[in-house]
């Protein structure tokens, strides 16, 4: 077994490493593996000057065979190493995601999202055989159907979108100028090195402060760098020695930490219990008194004295009719039905608040 390091890059074969480090241990992981790009010759653009694509020998693989065992090697001891509550964020092309995601569904994982990168300063398709390909995609999985405790940080998110509900649609660039990473010799240090923007959201999305990131494809430490601003942990694993220089450089040089570090997701305010019945009780609604529904109101049900509704052959409770009505499992009776005050329809929810702000409950 391999001792759990907190901000530390291990170097070797992720599979290798992944198996040594202990059962239910990281909160969140984030891996970009390789596309498997089937790149077959150099590509050039019409001033014939070269492209510098993804040609590493760590994106090459013999068949699409040997490409799923390698997937499946790795994701099925990333789901052993994450926690219950924790989640798994995976991204990749049309090359590999739909490849990874078949995988990820047969190891049981559970898909809760499916987000489209949208780059905004795409590579141009230089041959002009092809639409420009300018989306990738990350899917968010939680360890399986019945793991739903997990972390999402539902109303930071809204407060980082300026108050609207973020979309599945993430319109980021490419890392360009300062942000792009380079060698001695001026090339980029990482084909494939991925936006802070993007990590920000994925990391601010659904972890809490001192949790522990795990990043299987570190390369030249994006996850880690906004780990750290967003006073988060990384656990990093890389292969290659070089990536590993830069990316502790990288890190290392971090001295403050984003605005947002301190964001803290706000507890659901929970009403208090209050049977339907209490405000028949209290005339705030009245026995026979019709109930209607949200749609257009062309559906109603009579109140009857045990608190209960009637519509058409049914007798129930104000969300069992309401479910009905839907023909749904479920349904949420106080935002479903309206009563009519003074001739203007009223949600039951807001005759619940008035209730509860009157009798002080």
């Known amino acids: 077994m391999i001792e759990l390091k907190k901000n530390h890059i291990y170097q070797g074969d992720c599979i ?7 059962s239910n241990s990281v909160d969140l992981i984030f891996a970009d593996p390789p596309y498997n790009m089937q790149l077959k010759k150099e590509l050039y653009r019409p001033n014939n000057t070269k492209v510098d694509g993804v040609n590493d020998l760590w994106d090459k693989f013999a068949s699409f065979q040997e490409y799923d065992n390698f997937s499946i090697a790795w994701l099925k ?30 190891l049981g994982y559970w898909i809760l999202n499916d987000i489209t990168w949208h780059k905004s300063n795409p590579m141009p398709n230089f041959l002009g055989t092809r639409f420009t390909n300018a989306t990738e995609t990350l899917l968010w999985c939680s360890k399986g159907e019945n793991y739903k405790k997990y972390t999402f940080n539902h109303k930071l998110m809204k ?3 300026g108050g609207k509900q973020m979309t599945s649609v993430w319109n980021i660039g490419l890392c360009v100028g300062s942000e792009r990473i380079k060698g001695e010799d001026g090339k ?4 494939t090195q991925k936006p802070e923007g993007l990590l920000k959201r994925v990391i601010l999305s659904t972890t809490k402060q001192g949790d522990v990131v795990l990043d299987p494809f570190f390369g030249t430490g994006t996850t880690g760098a906004v780990s750290k601003k967003l006073g988060r942990n990384f656990i990093g694993i890389e292969r290659e020695q070089n990536y590993i220089q830069v990316a502790k450089t990288r890190i290392a040089s971090i001295n403050d930490l984003l605005p947002e570090s301190s964001w803290i997701e706000t507890a659901k305010e929970e009403q ?29 049900a009579e109140v009857l004295i045990d608190g209960n509704l009637h519509y058409e052959n049914n007798i129930g409770s104000i969300h069992r009719i309401g479910a009905i009505i839907q023909q749904t499992p479920s349904c949420n009776g106080w935002k479903f039905w309206y009563a009519f005050k003074n001739n203007k329809p009223l949600l039951l929810d807001d005759l619940r608040a008035q209730y509860i702000h009157e009798y002080k409950i």
């Open 159 to 161: 407060q980082y979108n």
């Open 16 to 22: 290798e490493i992944l198996k040594g480090l202990p």
């Open 77 to 106: 001891e990333c789901r052993r190493v994450l926690k219950d509550t924790g989640t798994i964020w995976v991204i990749g092309s049309y090359h590999n995601i739909y490849r990874v995601g078949n995988i990820m569904l047969n």
């Open 188 to 191: 980029k240090a990482h084909s």
């Open 272 to 300: 208090p219990k209050v049977p339907f019945v209490n405000l028949i009780r209290k005339n705030i609604i009245n026995v026979g008194e019709l109930l209607y529904t949200r749609k257009s109101f062309n559906k109603r």
